[in-house]
């Protein structure tokens, strides 16, 4: 059926980040590069969601460089979500071990921080699950790259050596970005998502990753 599987991490692998986190480490990031009294417009404009037209304005109110800026706020966000994780606040759902059910390569593609991502994989024994793992590095560059964008996908599949695979997101940008990328996409509607409306039609709607791996399994048998 597919040759590879792809997923996103945060809200499919791992649990969400409580939003505090978010606020705190955008804070400590202004606080790092000098703003001891940020705007809360601007600490919530930068916990989450940044685009880069955002990114400028701010660091223009501020007269930040936004190379430095992004590289602060990045490392201080990893930090508490790393910091979550070992509190047991973020971790794997329960149906992970599916993945062990998927006989076939599998990569992840996620917008939260390389830091993050890499902390998360380490510290939950992920790593065996996966042939490639890509998070977003701490550069302006990096948002400009990020989902809906399909370029990460894109050097996920080439590190896999295919384009037949499934791409498996809980958001509308994962669903975006996977079919930019000229791949399927199933969304995953955990209970967080449990009342979005997507504009973009996924291939596919599963619960969890049992499903899944169960979609995986019924088309490997049918070929």
């Known amino acids: 059926m597919y040759d590879a599987v792809v997923f996103d991490n945060d809200g499919v692998l791992l649990e969400l980040t409580g939003m505090p986190p978010h606020y705190e480490g955008a804070r400590d990031a202004f606080a790092a590069v000098g703003v001891d009294d940020p705007a809360e417009e601007d600490v919530e404009a930068m916990s989450i969601g940044v685009t ?21 706020r990045d490392r201080e966000i990893a930090r508490k979500q790393q910091a979550e994780m070992r509190a047991g606040r973020k971790e794997p759902y329960d149906d992970i071990e599916a993945l062990s059910a998927l006989d076939l390569p599998l990569g992840v593609v996620s917008s939260n921080q390389d830091a ?6 380490e510290y939950f024994d992920l790593d065996r ?14 948002l400009r790259r990020k989902k809906p964008e399909p370029y990460y996908i894109e050097q996920a599949l080439s590190d896999l050596g295919t384009r037949d695979a499934l791409y498996v997101g809980d958001s509308e940008t994962d669903v975006q970005a996977a079919h930019a990328a000229g791949i399927d996409a199933a969304f995953v509607r955990r209970s967080h998502r449990a009342d ?28």
């Open 52 to 72: 880069v037209p955002d990114l400028l304005k701010v660091c223009e109110r501020y007269d930040l460089d936004p190379e430095t800026f992004w590289r602060a």
């Open 116 to 121: 993050t991502v890499e902390f998360a994989f």
């Open 129 to 142: 699950h996966f042939q490639t793992v890509y998070g977003r590095p701490p550069t302006v560059e990096s």
């Open 196 to 223: 979005l409306e997507l504009s973009s039609t996924p291939d596919y709607e599963v619960e969890g990753l049992d499903e899944v791996a169960e979609l995986i399994v019924a088309g490997s048998a049918s070929d």
